[in-house]
């Protein structure tokens, strides 16, 4: 079984910072791209950011030149770097992982449990 894990949401102020983790573990053979999204209330959940294994990223338009994605291949870790956050932030933060748990599998996409992340105004 693979497991996502998320931390390091929390309660900010406006303009504030937070970093989110995620760690992967488990039956894994390896790991594409890896990416966060967020869910507010009432809403969709909708893209944040995604990480290609060789690093390319991708950010939706509403969070550019503020948030910044990363990840450790060696740690199954991807990380979400949160600056100048905005009441609109305010969200669960979900990461997910596309994942191939062995040479003979095909790769599965796997889910955190999320994490909330709140700013204040």
């Known amino acids: 079984q693979v497991q996502l894990v998320e931390s390091g949401g929390g309660l900010v102020q406006a303009g504030g910072s937070l970093r989110l983790s995620c760690a992967a573990s488990?039956?894994?053979?390896?790991?594409?791209?890896m990416g966060w999204y967020r869910q507010a209330p009432g809403k969709q959940r909708e893209l944040v950011a995604n990480?290609?294994?060789?690093?390319?990223?991708n950010y939706a338009d509403s969070v550019k030149d503020r948030f910044t994605i990363s990840r450790d291949n060696a740690k199954n870790t991807v990380y979400l770097q949160m600056n100048s956050l905005k009441p609109e932030d305010t969200a669960v933060y979900f990461c997910?992982?596309?994942?191939?748990?062995?040479?003979?599998?095909?790769?599965?996409?796997?889910w955190g449990q999320g994490t909330q992340v709140t700013v204040s105004s």
């Open positions: 488990g039956r894994i053979f390896s790991i594409d791209a």
């Open positions: 997910n992982a596309g994942i191939t748990s062995s040479l003979w599998d095909m790769r599965s996409l796997y």
């Open positions: 990480i290609a294994r060789g690093g390319s990223t």
